[in-house]
């Protein structure tokens, strides 16, 4: 993108960036520092129906997307278009940690479900129909395999590496950069994320659009 965002956002470990998008606005997700899990959501403003993983992954008949790939809402209808990525590796296969879980893996303290809870209540969306299913894990190195197995490790992402996305409805967002304490998750240490936010193409004055983002 050649021109300057319209909107920035740096998120700790631990918080959220949320916000609403135009059709056509992009929305880039960068790993500041590297190795660091972003869980990345969407809903249809008109709907309010979230971006869902499995039927994502139904309609694209893979889980690893790429550029030019398509994320689906609920109703089956496209709600993002991948249009860039530097780091090349993430998972589109949905689920965020808990609370219980980082208790598991010895600290207390708020994980990704709660946090987006917060941000949807927020964008005044309804926390309680929260699915799991709806994550979208930048960055993660976890993958599928043939033989049923699955396997972890840290993420493969550099510093400055990132992925860009398309709104293709009105849509409200949420990313949250993920605390979870772990070496094969956000490896060994959690640390932030950038969000940056292009208007649309030729869309000409920027006026009005500042609500939006
Ligand atoms: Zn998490």
Known sequence: ???????????????????????????????????????????????????????????????????????????????????EDTAGKHLFGGGCCTRAVNIKAGVDQLGCVEIVSEGMLELGLDPTTFQQTTAANLFAARAYHTDGSITGGPP????????????????????????????????GKSTPHRVDIWAEKDAGSEEGVAEYV
């Open 156 to 187: 493969v992402s550099k510093a400055g590496d990132s992925i860009t996305f398309r709104a293709e409805q009105e849509l409200y967002w949420i990313l949250v950069c993920c605390p979870y304490p772990s070496e094969d998750v956000n490896g």
């Open 1 to 83: 993108m050649s021109n300057d965002p319209i909107a920035s956002h740096t998120i700790q470990p631990g918080s959220y960036a949320a916000g609403r998008l135009r059709v056509g606005q992009t929305l880039r997700v960068t790993d500041v520092e590297g190795a660091q899990i972003a869980d990345f959501f969407a809903w249809s403003v008109q709907d309010q129906c979230p971006q869902e993983m499995g039927l994502t992954a139904m309609v694209n008949a893979r889980w690893a997307l790429s550029v030019g790939d398509q994320l689906v809402d609920s109703a089956v209808e496209p709600i993002w278009t991948i249009v």
